[in-house]
């Protein structure tokens, strides 16, 4: 089965604080870049004996800045080219200020049965720092929005960690979030990516970020707060109602395959990573020439393939299951890391139980330290 995702370029505006493959462009490149979207998927399609589409995940980008027509248009050629698995999970996402009901109702009749809302804060003040184009109602307003046309299955990406937040805003933040009842939720620190306004405003010391302690105390009211509310925790940073795991980005942290289509979009299929080129312009010459959009290859060897897939594994709250690792690469997780991970269970950032490797709660707050030890 298929794990395919789609990338959109383009977004109303440059968030201070994204490093995505994303450019404000003018309205006259959508249709083509659309046209030169369906035709890569035409040819990927030619290529391929299994095309029973498992999920589909549409990102960007924002999506949602795309007309309705373009975008039901784009799902359909591409259940037409794959076709669906009658439980297939099809993800658009979406950013308040860029949809109204009728653009979302047009979505859910095309296909889309999951909707994933770029909210990120529902105080007005941090939604300027962050540079986002919309406001708490109109948060409020797509999240209900979504619900009235019959969605029911909504996401909700959430950003802690921002300057001049307090534990007890974002604790309103995410109360708010709850009430509204999704049944899932990507709560994100905020991370200081190279080359954004937010690394120059950080270095210039022009904006102060929580300390550790108080980052600390927002994870505690994460924790607390979603399983009160019936979430479960199945990704560092992803919680869900059970039932409502994101089946496409799960496919992601197993290092499972997965086909790519869009300027940007990186596929990894049979061991072979590969890239396309990022500029949407070039993207569509390349296209309309026949040319291959592929910029970047890179065929992963089988210890490269094994460490990514204890890195992702380690993302998800099970861990890594380690008879899945000696079948799929016939390599002992003990075996292959030795002392580097010895140290990592003596100081109790990592358990070993006998069937997974994963994460303690203690080390889940220095994940990423963890992460590059085992890299």
């Given at each position: ?71 039901t248009g784009l799902i359909g050629d591409c259940l037409a080219l794959f076709p669906p698995v009658p439980e297939v999970e099809i993800t658009a996402e979406a950013n308040p200020g860029t949809v109204d009901e009728s653009y979302l109702r047009e979505l ?268």
């Open positions: 089965m298929v794990s395919l995702y789609i990338h959109i370029p383009f977004c109303q505006k440059k968030c201070h604080y994204c490093s995505f493959s994303s450019s404000v462009c003018g309205n006259e490149i959508f249709a083509p870049y659309v046209a030169a979207l369906k035709q890569e998927l035409a040819d990927l399609a030619a290529t391929r004996e299994d095309r029973q589409l498992r999920s589909l995940f549409i990102g960007g980008g924002t999506p949602s800045v795309l007309p309705c027509s373009l975008m859910l009749l095309a296909g889309v049965n999951r909707m994933s809302l770029g909210v990120q804060s529902f105080c007005d003040q941090e939604l300027r720092v962050l540079g986002r184009i919309h406001d708490s109602n109109e948060a409020l307003y797509v999240v209900q929005a979504a619900k009235n046309v019959g969605f029911k299955n909504l996401n909700l990406d959430l950003m802690y960690g921002l300057q001049g937040q307090t534990v007890e805003v974002w604790q309103a933040t995410l109360q708010q979030a709850l009430a509204l009842c999704p049944q899932h939720l990507s709560i994100y620190q905020l991370t200081i990516e190279s080359g954004t306004p937010f690394h120059q405003a950080v270095t210039n010391n022009s904006i102060i970020l929580p300390e550790e302690e108080e980052i600390l105390a927002m994870d505690e009211v994460i924790g607390r707060l979603c399983c009160d509310a019936g979430f479960r925790q199945y990704e560092i940073s992803n919680f869900a109602r059970p039932g409502y795991e994101c089946t496409h980005n799960i496919n992601y942290w197993q290092n499972g395959e997965y086909l790519a289509c869009g300027a940007s979009a990186v596929s990894c299929v049979a061991g072979v990573r590969e890239k396309r080129v990022a500029d949407p312009f070039a993207y569509i010459r390349r296209i309309n020439k026949g040319v291959s959009v592929v910029e970047e290859s890179e065929c992963l060897s089988t210890e490269a393939s094994f460490r990514e897939s204890v890195i992702m594994g380690l993302r998800m709250t099970q861990g890594v299951p380690l008879l899945l690792l000696i079948a799929r690469y016939n390599l002992d997780i003990v075996q292959y890391y030795g002392d580097i991970l010895q140290k990592l269970i003596d100081v109790q950032l990592v358990e070993l139980t006998d069937s997974h490797l994963r994460l303690t709660a203690k080390g889940r707050p220095l994940a990423n330290w963890v992460m590059a030890e085992l890299v």
